[in-house]
Each structure stands twice: as C-alpha cells, then as structure tokens.
C-alpha cells in the first residue's frame, strides 16, 4: 500500500477519533445548560421562599419548613455548582484536545496530499524512463 493511502486511512482514523471527542463534548455542553437551567429555576425557588418567610402569619410549622426547604435548596445550589466547575473544567480540556486533534489531522491531510503528489511525480519520471528517446 503507498504512502499516501496509508496516511490518508490515519487521517480518518484520526477523523473519527475526532468526532467521538467531539460527541463527549456535545453531552458535555447539554450537562452544562441543564446545571445552568436547574441553578437558575433553584434562585427562583429560593426567592419566592425567601418572600414567604417575610408574611405576617406564617405558623412556626410553616416558618421552620420552609426554613428547612431553603436549607436543602442551598445545599442543592452548592452541589450543582461544584459539578457546574468541574464540567467546565472537562469541556475546556476537550475543547484544547479537540483543537490539537483538527491539527494532528489536517498535518495528515497535508502529509498525505504531499505524498500523493511525490508519487504521482515518481510515476510520471518512470514512465518517462520507460519511453524510448525520440530521434531529431
């Protein structure tokens, strides 16, 4: 098998490599708008707890659930938080491994363009070789 071809076979190899990484990041990002949404959706809740907290006749009952319910909301928050940081960590290191990856493949491409034009050259002086020399 000639170079080129070989180097060609690396590069879609290396292509879906690429896609894959790609696809992981794409779950990365969902991941990462869903925290988003439940983080903003748990500010609201807390808000309007927080509103309810100030009514006039709330009932110990009420005021130590809904006490309890801001404590849970918060621990959420935290949680959330956290696993927000540590995705965006995940999804700027496959952002970098992608870019190298698109550098590693279209090196390859070039490699292999290069190794096909090599080729086609070498043909071209064989077959030259092969002809007879024409008299004058």
Do not use: C, F, W
Not at 4 to 33: D, F, M, N, W, Y
Not at 38 to 60: A, F, H, M, N, V
Not at 79 to 91: F, G, P, Q, V, Y
């Amino acid at each position: 098998m000639n170079r080129s071809r070989i180097l060609t076979l690396v590069g879609l190899k290396a292509t879906i490599a690429q896609q894959a990484v790609r696809r992981e990041a794409q779950k990365l990002a969902a991941e990462l708008s869903r925290l988003d949404a439940l983080l903003s959706q748990i500010g609201t809740l807390e808000l309007s707890y927080k509103d309810q907290l100030k009514l006039p006749s709330l009932r110990p009952t009420e005021y130590r659930d809904t006490v309890s319910i801001l404590s849970r909301l918060q621990n959420r928050r935290s949680l959330d938080t956290s696993r927000m940081k540590m995705l965006s960590i995940e999804r700027d290191r496959l952002s970098a491994m992608l870019a190298e990856k698109k550098r590693h493949i279209d090196r390859l491409a070039d490699e292999a363009k290069s190794a096909l034009r090599q080729e086609r050259e070498e043909r071209d002086r064989i077959q030259e070789a092969l002809l007879p020399a024409r008299r004058k």
